[in-house]
C-alpha cells in the first residue's frame, strides 16, 4: 500500500539540501582561502630563503676578488633544492635537482621534479667585492631557490578535512533538530485537518482552532474552511427547507383533489354538479402541475452544471413581456406604463430565461397593485451594465418579509396567496435566472409609496464599449 508524501520529510530534506549545497560552497571558499592564504606565506619563505642564500655569497680568500657560498650558518630545510650562479653561470653551491628552465626573475615558477611538484624563485642580485677601493669587482648572483608543494598541499587538505567533517556533524545535528523543529511548526495544521475531519452532514458547524488563526500562512485557510461550512450549512438548511416546503406544497394540492374527488363520491350527482365538480379537480391539477413546473424550472437554474448561455436583446425581451402582461393587467384593471427603454441591450442570457424573469416581475408588480392602479417600467442602458426598474404603487411590502421574499415557498403577502395562484416560487425563479445571468435582483419600498423591483445584468462583452 502506497502512503501519501510527508510535508514534514520534504521539508527537512529541502532544508538539510539547502544546507549541503551551502556547506559545499563554503567548504570550496574555504579551501581556496585556505590554498591562498598557504601559499602565500610559502612563496614568502621562499623569497626569505633566496635572500638567505644572497647574502651568504662572501668574498673568497683570494687576491682575484672572487666570491665563494658560506653555507655555515644556514638554515635550510632539507627538502630544498636550490643553485646559486654568479656571472657566466658558474655554480658556487647548490642542492638536490634544479631544472634548467629559464625561470623568470623574482618570480615564482612552478616545475616538477622525479614526479613531484616544487616551486622555485629565481632571485638576481649584485656583490661588489672592494666597493669602496679602485679595484672593486662586480659579481651577478642568480639565486634559483625551491621547495615541493607536498607539505603545503598536505596542510590544506588537513585543514579541509576538519572543515568537512565539522560541517557533516552540524548537518546531522541540524537533520534531527530539524525533523523534530518542523513536526512541531507543522501542529497546527494536524491540527485544523483533525477539526475539519469532524466535519459532515450532520455537524457542518466548524470553529478553527486557536493555534491555526495565529500563523499568518494558515489564517486564511481556516477562515476559508470556516466560511465553506457555514455556506455549506446555509445550502443545506435551505435545501432541506425547500425539500419541506415542497412535500407541504405538494401535499396540500395533492389533498385538494383528493378531496374534491371524495367530495363527488359521497353522494350521487347531478351532471351539473360532476361538471362543476371536475372542473374544480382540473382547476387542482393545473395548479399542481404548475407547481411542478416551476420546481422543475427553479432547479434547472439553481444546477452547479454550466450550460451555454445565448445572447439575446433584453431590450426587446422587455417590450415582449409588457406585451404579454397587458393581457393580465386588463383584467387586474392596472394599466402598465413604460417611462424609459432602450432599443438595444444584449445580455448574456438564453432568451427563454430572460422573458420568465421579465413576466415573473411584471405579474408580481401587476398582482401588488391596487384596482386602477399602474405599473412603471424603465430599462437603462449602463456602461457595463443594463438596468430594469419594475415599480407598483400598492401597499409595499412588509419590512419583515423583504428578507425572505426569494426564499422558495415564502408567501409573506396575501397577493401571493393560493387564492392569486402564486406558488411562493416565482421570486426565487428570478433570482436564479440573475445569478445565471451574473446579475443580482432587490426588492425595495418606496417612501412614497409602493414598491420597485431593481434588477442588474451586467451587457455581454462584444456589446461592451
Not at 438548511?237 to 383528493?258: G, M, N, P
Not at 445572447?311 to 417611462?339: L, P, R, W
Amino acid at each position: 500500500m502506497r502512503t501519501g508524501a510527508s510535508i514534514t520529510r520534504r521539508l527537512t530534506l529541502s532544508v538539510l539540501l539547502l544546507e549541503v549545497l551551502a556547506g559545499l560552497v563554503l567548504i570550496a571558499i574555504v579551501t581556496n582561502h585556505e590554498r591562498q592564504v598557504r601559499f602565500e606565506t610559502f612563496d614568502a619563505n621562499l623569497r626569505a630563503s633566496a635572500n638567505e642564500l644572497l647574502g651568504a655569497v662572501q668574498e673568497a680568500n683570494s687576491m682575484d676578488g672572487s666570491v665563494r657560498l658560506e653555507s655555515e650558518g644556514l638554515h635550510l630545510p632539507p627538502r630544498a633544492a636550490f643553485r646559486v650562479l654568479v656571472d657566466n653561470g658558474q655554480v658556487l653551491g647548490g642542492r638536490g635537482v634544479v631544472p634548467t628552465v629559464a625561470f623568470e626573475s623574482d618570480k615564482v615558477s612552478r616545475a616538477r621534479i622525479e614526479g613531484r611538484p616544487f616551486r622555485f624563485y629565481v632571485l638576481k642580485g649584485d656583490r661588489i667585492i672592494d666597493p669602496n677601493s679602485s679595484r672593486a669587482v662586480t659579481h651577478r648572483v642568480t639565486i634559483i631557490y625551491g621547495l615541493p608543494e607536498g607539505r603545503t598541499w598536505h596542510a590544506i587538505f588537513e585543514a579541509t578535512r576538519f572543515f568537512a567533517l565539522a560541517t557533516v556533524i552540524l548537518l546531522g545535528v541540524t537533520a534531527i533538530f530539524m525533523s523534530w523543529l518542523v513536526r512541531r511548526l507543522l501542529h497546527p495544521i494536524r491540527e485544523l485537518a483533525l477539526k475539519a475531519d469532524k466535519i459532515d452532514a450532520e455537524h457542518l458547524t466548524f470553529d478553527a482552532p486557536e493555534s491555526s488563526k495565529q500563523f499568518l500562512e494558515l489564517r486564511p485557510l481556516a477562515f476559508a474552511i470556516q466560511e465553506t461550512t457555514a455556506r455549506l450549512q446555509r445550502s443545506f438548511e435551505r435545501q432541506r427547507r425547500f425539500t419541506s416546503d415542497a412535500a407541504h406544497e405538494l401535499k396540500t394540492d395533492l389533498a385538494i383533489v383528493k378531496s374534491s374527488i371524495q367530495l363527488l363520491a359521497m353522494k350521487r350527482r347531478t351532471v351539473e354538479e360532476y361538471e362543476q365538480g371536475l372542473a374544480l379537480g382540473r382547476d387542482d391539477i393545473g395548479r399542481l402541475e404548475s407547481t411542478v413546473q416551476k420546481m422543475l424550472t427553479l432547479a434547472r437554474l439553481e444546477q452547479s452544471v454550466n450550460v451555454d448561455q445565448r445572447e439575446c436583446n433584453f431590450a426587446a425581451i422587455v417590450s415582449d413581456a409588457i406585451t404579454q402582461s397587458q393581457s393580465y393587467g386588463q383584467v387586474k384593471n392596472v394599466a402598465v406604463f413604460t417611462t424609459e427603454t432602450e432599443q438595444y441591450a444584449f445580455i448574456l442570457l438564453n432568451p427563454e430565461d430572460a422573458l420568465l424573469l421579465c413576466s415573473n416581475v411584471l405579474i408580481n408588480a401587476i398582482q401588488h397593485s391596487p384596482e386602477n392602479g399602474r405599473v412603471e417600467v424603465a430599462l437603462e442602458s449602463r456602461v457595463d451594465e443594463v438596468v430594469l426598474r419594475v415599480r407598483d404603487y400598492g401597499l409595499g411590502i412588509n419590512e419583515d418579509d423583504l428578507p425572505f421574499l426569494f426564499d422558495p415557498f415564502y408567501r409573506g403577502d396575501a397577493s401571493r396567496s393560493r387564492k392569486s395562484g402564486g406558488t411562493g416560487l416565482g421570486l426565487s425563479i428570478c433570482k436564479a435566472i440573475c445569478e445565471r445571468g451574473g446579475g443580482t435582483i432587490s426588492i425595495a419600498n418606496r417612501t412614497e409609496g409602493g414598491a420597485e423591483v431593481c434588477i442588474l445584468l451586467p451587457l455581454a462583452s462584444s456589446w461592451r464599449p
